[in-house]
């Protein structure tokens, strides 16, 4: 299983995730970045992707 983990000081909410791995992450009403922390083993390699994807490279992944 993989928890995703997004340092919220260095998200700048560019979405790249969003549209990488729209099944895990997605922006709120208020446009706050939400996401699902151990998403379906499935998802992976979209998980993989929207890390790549991030300008900031605020998202990170770890083994559990």
Partial sequence: ???????RA???VH???V???PEVFEL???????YVTEPDDTLIDAVEEAAR???????????V
Avoid at 53 to 63: D, H
């Fill in 1 to 7: 299983m993989t928890r995703v983990i997004v340092d």
């Fill in 15 to 17: 979405a790249q995730c």
């Fill in 53 to 63: 994807a991030c300008p900031v490279q605020a998202i990170s992944l770890e083994e």
């Fill in 28 to 34: 709120d009403g208020d446009d706050q970045l939400v």
């Fill in 19 to 21: 549209f990488a791995a």
């Fill in 10 to 12: 260095l998200c700048q």
